[in-house]
């Protein structure tokens, strides 16, 4: 162990405090920080502010507290199953301060590139709030920069002449007071940013190029994810399938059919695409309030037209598309994961670069800071010399690649999920060996 090591984080999220916490709690000192925000908790930090990424004002997380939690920091009791964006960003401040992760932070300054030395260190060149800039040196890189800020923008044939964002840019509802909005999307974000304006606009539509499956947020009085979690913990040997099976008899029986509802059916399996949690859409949509699209199949001024046939006339149109996975500060050449699979160890080492480790680079079907939390001790050890990589990572990738990532339909979105449990009792395996 070498406690003198100069290690650089990117990123004063989640996944870049745990990384922080658990590196200092080992023995090292030399640790900075860098971040483009204000305050601690990336994302999780409100900011008005169009272009700068962050929940919307009214956010509140869709994985239930007690699996949203670190390890080490428990959620006050006082949170609800569900806390809002405001708590959230108070709880990663308060673990920050706690564990003295706050003064190694650089807020406020972007990294614009990092550059493998020949010497295998890294030069960071950075520039800070009042645009100078510097490089510096460090032995070990560790990006915890997330991966929700590059909006994918979708394409259709036309131009549309009203106002056209991503929801990276939807921050609240009162600008889309009495227009007619089109929500592009059917995850997460889509379904919220849907029931938002609905609440404001004289009419919100949204249009869906496949089915999907909406689960809610509450499943016999209980967080779905409590349900989902505890029986894969108790029943490691049930496969996937099965699993997968259950849930959407489950789903069917509790929503019913999406046709229902206006909406397409899915045309792949429970699991094939990320889970979209929301309890308010499929009620919004049966009191009138939003209104089911197909695709879109074109713009012609402020009208839109579906591949149905039919049209609609919108003052807005977001597109809840989701993001590109990029690293600026990259050069290509080294790694590119904005297309393609994301080659990583354990979701977290790289093939050939030694002294690099990414921390929350995956989607899991729940919760990323506690699973980015277990990656930050399993790193934290391996610079104490107690853990190694494997000789023959590469394989190991390959294999993981059928046991952790989860086989979802082929789009860039669905490159780096993975299952919660699973993944959990992988890191798990790891830290006892």
Known sequence: MNPALRICIIGAGPSGITAAKNLLESGFGDITIYDRGRAVGGNWVFDAESGHSSVFETTHIISSRDYSQYEDFPMPEDYPDYPSHSQLAAYFQAYSCKFGVDPLIRFQTTVESCMRLDSGTWSIR?????????????DHLVVANGHHWEPRMPSYPGRFQGNLLHSHDFKRAEPFRNKRVLVIGGGNSA???????SRVSAA???SWRRGYRIVPKFVF????DKIYNSAVERMPFLPRKLRWWFMQGLLNFLNGANRLYGLPEPDHSFGETHPTINSELLYFIRHGRIRPRPDIAGYEGKQVRFTDGSTGEYDAIIACTGFVIRHPFFARELLDYSEGPVPLYLRMYHAEIPNLAFIGLFQPIGCIWPLAELQSKLLARELRGEWRRPDDIRARIAAE????????????????????????????EELSR
């Open 204 to 206: 919100t539509d949204i």
């Open 221 to 224: 009085g209980l967080p779905g």
């Open 401 to 428: 690649d059928g046991r952790l990532v989860v086989r979802q339909l082929k789009t860039p979105r669905h490159t780096i999920t993975v299952e919660y449990p699973v993944f959990r009792r992988r890191l798990l």
């Open 126 to 138: 950075v520039r800070d709030a009042e645009g100078a800039v510097s490089p510096r040196e460090f």
């Open 191 to 197: 379904c919220d940013v849907a029931v938002e304006t």
